[in-house]
């Protein structure tokens, strides 16, 4: 590579002359692959391998350039620090923008200007891009699953309960809001399953078996969430304890759940667990794996939660212990706050993790988002869509995630106690 720069190092020119140079070659290169992207249009007319090697060729060679010397242009220094400090990274930035321009314009056309948006059926997909009639035909049973159509506004009504409840807790002041934090804990998660159940006020009882869609997903990880963090919280706890009863118990139950994979949790849950049961006593098999993934995460949470107690020093537990503080109001009051605000963003990501582990529950036959666009796919009247149905897979879990990991960053940013 120094002998390619000493190849192509210029002499006798002025800074101005290089940095322009340099950027009438960069901008060559980008402008090349655009048009031949977008208009069929080889701008430098040249055909076989050569022609897509050499914009790649061009665009090195005027990042060179441009970093040859610093200058007094701001945005130039900016460039050279960020992503044109040497000649890898050069590389890099000219592949990674040549890719952008050369592949961008072929997704918008699948995705977006040959796409067909209006339709009933598959033979409605006229154009070369994506079938988005797929989506829409089957969107209502993609959020509900198998629920009766009719019975779709209790779903609804237990998620704008959810909804508004968790916005009024951002306009309340602190006592308030305490209450409201109890009542999605301890109160909400009862009243939105004999709901969306129809155990109560006489309602039509809806089967679990029938629950599904995004509506499914989302019931499950909630209850999930509520659940499995504070299970993890005494979890750690009690590894962290002097008692050697809750010490070892404690180590075992996160290691055992710890050594086994989810599916293999779920699968218990669903065929196994019953025969020990009682002959009596029945349970819903989306109950058995909602614990089974409450148990599976809490344990991963349990480690997240540990790394945060450890993380403190002695002096806080020695501090809380010379005001006379017990055991319990020692870690409620001055020891949990701190540790739990350094491990916001492993606890985030543990719940990210098991948002998206949701799926699973597809293997048990229950019909949670993406088993039912599985469904979908599957059927002789909208067969070879899967990929439209996994593109909008993906774009729903990323909403959710991405907002998940946004409001984490957002709340570690406002406990953050450093200045």
């Not at 050499?54 to 242009?73: A, E, K, Q, S, V």
């Amino acid at each position: 590579m120094k002998q390619i720069e000493k190849i192509i190092k210029p002499k006798n020119l002025n800074q101005n002359t290089l940095i322009f140079f340099g950027l009438a070659l960069t901008l060559l290169s980008f402008l090349d692959v655009a048009l031949l992207s977008v208009f069929d249009l080889d701008l430098l007319d040249l055909k076989g391998s050569i022609s897509i090697f050499l914009p790649l060729i061009i665009g090195f060679i005027g990042l060179f350039y441009i970093r040859f010397d610093h200058t007094n242009y701001a945005f130039i220094n900016k460039i050279n620090k960020s992503i044109n400090n040497d000649w890898f990274n050069s590389i890099l930035t000219i592949l990674v923008i040549l890719g952008i321009l050369k592949f961008t314009p072929i997704l918008l056309n699948w995705f977006f200007f040959e796409a067909t948006f209006v339709g009933e059926a598959k033979e409605d997909c006229t154009g070369n891009g994506a079938c988005w009639v797929f989506i829409n035909v089957w969107l209502e049973r993609f959020i509900y699953g198998l629920y009766p159509n009719e019975e779709i506004w209790r779903l609804n009504t237990a998620f704008l309960l959810l909804i508004f409840t968790i916005i009024s807790a951002f306009f309340v002041n602190q006592k308030i809001k305490k209450y409201i934090i109890l009542f999605l804990l301890f109160v909400f998660p009862f009243i939105a399953i004999e709901l969306i159940s129809g155990d109560i006020a006489g309602l039509e009882p809806v089967a679990s078996d029938e629950w599904g869609g995004l509506a499914l997903t989302l019931i499950v990880s909630i209850f999930a969430i509520i659940f499995c963090f504070p299970l993890g919280v005494l979890l750690a706890m009690g590894r962290r304890s002097e008692l050697p009863v809750i010490k070892y118990f404690s180590i075992g139950f996160i290691e055992l759940w710890r050594g086994v994979p989810l599916i293999t949790v779920l699968f218990m849950a669903s065929n196994m667990f019953p025969i020990f049961l009682p002959e009596d006593v029945i349970m819903e098999k989306l109950l058995r794996c909602v614990i089974g993934i409450i148990l599976f995460e809490a344990a991963y949470m349990a480690e997240v939660v540990r790394g945060g107690l450890q993380s403190l020093p002695k002096g806080q537990y020695e501090a809380a212990k010379s005001l006379g503080m017990g055991y319990w109001k020692m870690h409620v009051f001055i020891i949990l706050p701190q540790a739990l605000k350094l491990v916001i963003p492993g606890i985030a990501n543990t719940f990210i993790a098991l948002f998206k582990d949701t799926p699973l529950i597809f293997i048990v036959g229950l019909l949670e988002f993406l088993g039912m666009i599985e469904l979908a796919k599957t059927n002789p009247k909208w067969l070879g869509l899967a990929t439209e149905g996994y593109i909008f897979a993906a774009i729903v879990y990323f909403i959710f995630c991405f907002s998940m990991s946004r409001y984490s960053q957002k709340l570690e940013k406002r406990l953050s106690t450093e200045r």
